[in-house]
């Protein structure tokens, strides 16, 4: 499961604090921007069974569960309608959920084969990841909840599943049982939560008020408090440094931050990679700062480093970081590797890049 990250909390931040659901309350409302897939509803039967899946295009594990939902959503065709509710994408600031829709949908349309489910996106005010993921405590993705007689008896990770829905089908599944359990769990995540908004609520006031020496101050005030927000924490002060600040001092920052992870130089290549206003110079030390690319399997990196060289005016070097990209993205395509990451499209983007690349050399 991936935890819900500071900056996506920081969506929630301010926002009215929902009600507590747990296992056995009445399920919460259903509400959409967009049906994708899949018969529409408006409210649940209460004769029959819902499994809400939630999930987004950049979590991981979610895209993992796919095909296996899909194979749960034919093995009980008629009995069990399994949906999956998209949430949590990053929007622009002051920006309505609706606007994920288009990347979504352009997401779920590429991914057919393996969601062979009902999909449907949050509403303008996410309004599905309030009153169900924040309310139930669940403060990662993906999380399953099973609803019958409109009641969520069940919460939890989809890999459970397969042990769950039997025993709800047969009538041995004790709710009772899991709820005491499950509801203390839930009570402390949100109790974590909350805390934890606490913390950020006054960094996200100060980066909203361009005051970022108070945000730095906050930050280091927050990890001295809370050692586990480092990483995060340090993220969030160097695209801040990155993109508002001064990208000289991002720069030297990273050089720092990097000593202490070995994953950083990829961390600090991805989100160099996403700014598109940058000088060529730190396009070009995010690339060269990367290192060597001997072990790398994955496209996304490739692709990254490509974009960083372009962007530096380095082609020859973006048509070769770009042509790796492509080969391993195609060879993944082809053997149904990396479900929901690398799609007919993603193929697609690549060689339209790699011809651009070309054409400027």
Wanted: charged content about 25%; glycine content about 6%.
């Amino acid at each position: 499961m991936i935890i819900i990250s500071l900056f996506t909390l920081g969506s929630y931040t301010h926002a009215q604090t929902p009600e507590k659901l747990d296992v056995g309350d009445p399920a919460p409302a259903i509400s959409y921007s967009k049906w994708l897939k899949g018969k529409e509803f408006k409210a649940f039967d209460p004769n029959h069974i819902y499994v809400m899946e939630f999930w987004a295009t950049w979590c991981g594990p979610c895209k993992g569960a796919m095909p296996h939902l899909t194979t749960l959503q034919k093995q009980y065709d008629g009995k069990i309608t399994f949906v999956g509710v998209n949430v949590w994408e990053k929007v622009g600031k002051d920006q309505s959920y609706e606007t994920a829709v288009p990347a979504v949908e352009k997401f779920v349309k590429g991914n057919d084969t393996n969601m062979g489910y009902t999909v449907f996106v949050d509403d303008k005010d996410q309004s599905m990841a309030t009153k169900w993921l924040r309310a139930a405590g669940q403060n990662g993705i993906p999380a399953s909840f099973v609803v019958r007689n409109s009641r969520i008896i069940w919460i939890g990770h989809p890999s459970e599943l397969d042990s769950i829905i039997p025993k709800v089908l047969d009538g041995s599944y004790d709710m009772n049982k899991f709820k005491e359990k499950a509801d203390k769990a839930a009570q402390k995540t949100r109790e974590q939560n909350e805390a934890m908004m606490a913390i950020f609520n006054p960094i996200k006031d100060a980066l909203a008020a361009k005051d970022h020496k108070k945000a730095f101050e906050l930050m280091d005030k927050a990890v001295a408090q809370k050692p586990d927000f480092k990483i995060p924490m340090d993220l969030l002060k160097f695209t801040t440094l990155l993109n508002d600040v001064d990208e000289k001092q991002a720069i030297a920052f990273a050089a720092e931050f990097q000593k202490q992870y070995k994953t950083a130089p990829s961390i600090i290549l991805g989100e160099v990679s996403k700014s598109e206003k940058l000088s060529g110079e730190t396009y070009l030390w995010a690339a060269e700062n990367f290192g060597s690319t001997a072990e790398v399997t994955n496209p996304l990196i490739f692709d990254a480093l490509a974009t960083c060289y372009s962007r530096a005016g380095q082609y020859a070097k973006a048509v070769d970081n770009q042509s790796k990209a492509l080969e391993i993205a195609e060879k993944a395509l082809k053997n149904g590797e990396m479900v929901g990451t690398i799609m007919d499209y993603t193929v697609e983007e690549y060689k339209k890049k790699l011809a651009d690349y070309r054409s400027k050399m």
